[in-house]
């Protein structure tokens, strides 16, 4: 199960590269992710409590549309797009495996399963948009996210696609 992979007690660490496209704007938005679980002592051999990490370092603005708006100076990036790893198969209404790709990881093409997870909400909130994982076969980490959430500061507006895709990963370590 991939959630586990994060709860993984030998230490890891896994970077990547997350994008959004606020609406209406004609600029991307780029930033680092980096997930990181430290190694479990070695008289506990239990997983760590759950992952930590670092969102948003070395933010880049790309006008993708050529249009003239301005060009924005921050960006508001939702835990719920960048975290919940160790937790991706909870409250699961169901799961459709919609395909196949191949995605690097350490610089090698990786096999992944393609799947779309429809979320349960409580009955008093809107249902939310389902989240599409691209995970490797090889170690069950999540290779690709994709998830449709509001910008801006308290997640108003329309819902966009955030992106965020892992193409490193170091196991056996200690988390920096």
């Not at 506990?44 to 003239?68: E, I, M």
């Not at 797009?81 to 937790?87: A, I, K, N």
């Not at 999540?142 to 819902?159: E, H, I, N, Q």
Request: some cysteine.
């Amino acid at each position: 199960m991939a959630q586990d992979t994060y709860k993984s007690p030998e230490g890891y660490q896994i970077n990547g590269r997350g994008s959004v496209q606020p609406s209406g704007s004609s600029w991307q938005i780029n930033f680092d992710v980096v997930i990181t679980g430290a190694p479990s002592p070695p008289d506990k051999a239990q997983a760590p409590a759950g992952p930590g990490g670092r969102v948003g370092a070395h933010l880049q603005f790309v006008n993708v549309l050529g249009g003239t708006d301005e060009k924005p100076t921050s960006i508001n990036i939702p835990f719920a797009v960048t975290g919940f790893w160790s937790r991706i198969a909870e409250k699961v209404g169901s799961v459709t495996e919609t395909g196949s790709e191949t995605l690097p990881l350490n610089g090698e093409p990786t096999a992944c399963r393609v799947l779309e997870v429809e979320y349960e909400a409580p009955t008093d909130t809107a249902k939310p948009s389902p989240v599409t994982y691209s995970i490797c076969s090889d170690r069950h980490l999540v290779l690709k996210k994709v998830m449709f959430y509001p910008t801006g500061s308290r997640a108003t507006g329309l819902p966009v696609p955030w992106t965020i895709t892992f193409d490193t990963a170091k196991f056996n370590r200690p988390a920096s």
